[in-house]
């Protein structure tokens, strides 16, 4: 097998992770969507696009919301990987309520970044 076949074996074998995307269901319910760890190619796209973004989570402060759009644009997949998120979407994402993104962000974060819940925290 060639670095390569190895490179894109490795790159399929990268954990899922689920998250609820709540109310996008075809029926209003909840829609079940998946992400895994951010790559280097979209590490450059949000770095473009949003220069500050990670200054302002080690700042201890949260991005700006078209950066956690992008952020959900970028990481969202059905269970095949395929995306749910079309770019143009990004509109009808910043109409939605500033705690629904927040929430989907973080959860994807948490995982991005392996950063402690509030819960873990406190649990400690």
């Known amino acids: 097998m060639s670095i390569s076949e190895r490179l894109k074996q490795m790159q399929s074998d990268q954990e899922m992770y689920p998250i609820t995307?709540?109310?996008?269901?075809?029926?209003?319910?909840?829609?079940?969507?998946?992400f895994n760890k951010?790559?280097?190619?979209?590490?450059?796209?949000?770095?473009?696009?949003?220069p500050t973004f990670y200054k302002a989570m080690t700042d201890g402060d949260i991005p700006s919301f078209s950066a956690m759009v992008d952020l959900i644009?970028?990481?969202?997949?059905d269970d095949e990987g395929n995306s749910i998120f079309a770019?143009?979407?990004?509109?009808?994402?910043?109409n939605q309520d500033v705690?629904?993104?927040?929430?989907?962000?973080?959860?994807?974060?948490?995982?991005?970044f392996d950063i402690p819940t509030?819960?873990?925290?406190?649990?400690?």
């Open 118 to 124: 509030v819960e873990t925290i406190e649990g400690n």
């Open 87 to 94: 770019q143009a979407d990004s509109m009808y994402l910043l």
């Open 73 to 77: 644009i970028l990481k969202c997949k």
């Open 21 to 34: 995307l709540p109310g996008l269901g075809e029926d209003g319910s909840d829609l079940v969507v998946y």
């Open 38 to 50: 951010l790559t280097v190619r979209e590490d450059e796209k949000l770095r473009k696009k949003h």
């Open 99 to 112: 705690g629904y993104i927040t929430g989907i962000a973080t959860a994807i974060l948490e995982k991005l």
